[in-house]
C-alpha cells in the first residue's frame, strides 16, 4: 500500500486546484492507498466551516471535508503557523492534527508519493 500525502495550499475558491486535489485524495483511498492531507499556507482558510461555494459556482470545499471519512481518510493535517498567522480557530472544522514545520518535513519524508505541494 502506498502511501500518499496530498498538500493544499493555495485559498479553496481562487480556482479548482483544492476540490481536485480532495478528489483525487478520495479516489486514491479507495484503491487502497493511505491518504493523509495536509493544509498549509493560504490552503488553511479551506478549514473554515459553513462555506458557500455554490454562491460563486464552485463545489463547497467544507462539504468536500466532510466526505472524506466515507473514503477513510481519516489522517488530517493542519500547519500551525499557518493557522496562527491567519488567527483561525478550526476546532469547528474536520478532525484535525496541527503539526510543526519540523513535524511536516517528517511527515513528507515519511511519504512514497508527495503531491500538490505547489505554492
Known amino acids: 500500500m502506498k502511501k500518499m500525502l496530498f498538500i493544499i495550499s493555495q485559498p479553496p475558491y481562487a480556482n479548482s ?14 484503491f ?9 499556507d493560504d490552503g488553511v482558510w479551506g478549514l473554515l466551516p459553513n462555506q458557500r461555494g455554490e454562491l460563486i459556482g464552485q463545489k463547497t470545499f467544507s462539504k468536500m471535508l466532510s466526505a472524506l471519512p466515507t473514503y477513510e481518510v481519516d489522517q488530517l493535517f493542519a500547519c ?5 498567522d491567519r488567527d483561525l480557530s478550526i476546532a469547528t472544522g474536520p478532525a484535525m492534527e496541527l503539526i510543526t514545520l519540523e513535524q511536516q518535513a517528517i511527515l513528507i519524508a515519511a511519504q ?7 505554492r
Open 32 to 40: 487502497d492507498g493511505e491518504v493523509s492531507i495536509l493544509f498549509r
Open 80 to 84: 500551525a503557523s499557518s493557522v496562527a
Open 17 to 30: 486546484h483544492n476540490a481536485e486535489l480532495l478528489e483525487a485524495a478520495m479516489v486514491a483511498a479507495v
Open 112 to 118: 512514497d508519493v508527495v503531491i500538490g505541494a505547489q
